[in-house]
């Protein structure tokens, strides 16, 4: 069953340590991630774990280089990051080669960090936020998943003015990206954020004292 807020508190919490969180671009999550830090989580960053996922040393750096070629390397050995992106851009298949290798590194990152945080506080809330949380299979990581959910028209805005972009370019974007309905459909609890700053920040702090 999903919850959407805004939501009434209740008097029954689920046991909840591990929060899988995510949403489309110009969603909110990572100022969602923000607050429920200083409320007391610790927040797991799928996308910075990506980035040392591309490491020399690392397992996924001698598979890229081994699929994409040492043209993918910059001069230090380092995987070229917008060389290996001019690779895969509109190429469906050589972007499936790259995130068969790269997620499921991600994921080994995010158990050993997950672990690492129990192993000093077995009750301590824990966030993974990963905007390809559906697409690489990893809410099943955490006891529930939290979409932060934004209606398009109000996105597109927002990715125009964040990435200064025209709006097609915004709609392309986001249409590269699961809809709305279908991360809804697989929550457990759909956050609107379509509002002021303010706003949001009080249907997070809603869900937080709801929930945990």
Same mark, same amino acid.
């Given at each position: 069953?999903?919850?959407?807020?805004?939501?009434?508190?209740?008097?029954?919490?689920?046991?909840?340590?591990t929060?899988?969180?995510?949403?489309?671009?110009?969603?909110?999550?990572?100022?969602?991630s923000?607050?429920?830090?200083?409320?007391?989580?610790?927040?797991?960053?799928?996308?910075?774990?990506?980035?040392?996922?591309?490491?020399?040393?690392?397992?996924?750096?001698?598979?890229?280089?081994?699929?994409?070629?040492?043209?993918?390397?910059?001069?230090?050995?380092?995987?070229?990051?917008?060389?290996?992106?001019?690779?895969?851009?509109?190429?469906?298949? &050589?972007? !499936?080669?790259?995130?068969? +290798?790269?997620?499921?590194?991600?994921?080994?990152?995010?158990e #050993? =960090? $997950?672990?690492? %945080?129990?192993?000093?506080?077995?009750?301590?809330?824990?966030?993974?936020?990963?905007?390809?949380?559906?697409?690489?299979?990893?809410?099943?990581?955490?006891?529930?998943?939290?979409?932060?959910?934004?209606?398009?028209?109000?996105?597109?805005?927002?990715?125009?003015?964040?990435?200064?972009?025209?709006?097609?370019?915004?709609?392309?974007?986001?249409?590269?990206?699961?809809?709305?309905?279908?991360? &809804?459909? !697989?929550?457990?609890?759909? +956050?609107?954020?379509n509002?002021?700053?303010?706003?949001?920040? #009080? =249907? $997070?702090?809603? %869900?937080w004292?709801?929930?945990?």
């Amino acid at each position: 069953m999903v919850w959407q807020i805004p939501i009434k508190f209740f008097s029954w919490k689920p046991e909840l340590k591990t929060i899988c969180l995510t949403g489309g671009i110009a969603s909110g999550k990572s100022t969602a991630s923000s607050i429920f830090k200083k409320l007391g989580a610790k927040i797991i960053d799928a996308d910075k774990l990506g980035h040392q996922t591309y490491e020399k040393g690392r397992t996924a750096h001698s598979a890229l280089i081994r699929v994409f070629g040492k043209e993918i390397c910059a001069a230090d050995g380092e995987i070229n990051r917008k060389k290996l992106g001019e690779i895969v851009f509109g190429d469906r298949h &050589a972007l !499936k080669r790259l995130t068969d +290798i790269v997620w499921p590194n991600i994921r080994t990152l995010a158990e #050993k =960090k $997950i672990k690492e %945080i129990r192993s000093i506080d077995q009750d301590q809330i824990i966030i993974l936020e990963a905007a390809v949380l559906f697409e690489a299979g990893w809410e099943t990581m955490g006891d529930e998943t939290w979409v932060i959910e934004v209606d398009p028209e109000i996105a597109i805005e927002r990715i125009m003015n964040r990435n200064g972009i025209t709006g097609d370019q915004a709609k392309s974007r986001l249409s590269a990206q699961l809809s709305n309905r279908v991360r &809804a459909n !697989k929550a457990d609890v759909v +956050i609107k954020n379509n509002g002021s700053p303010q706003s949001f920040s #009080k =249907k $997070i702090l809603a %869900i937080w004292k709801s929930r945990v």
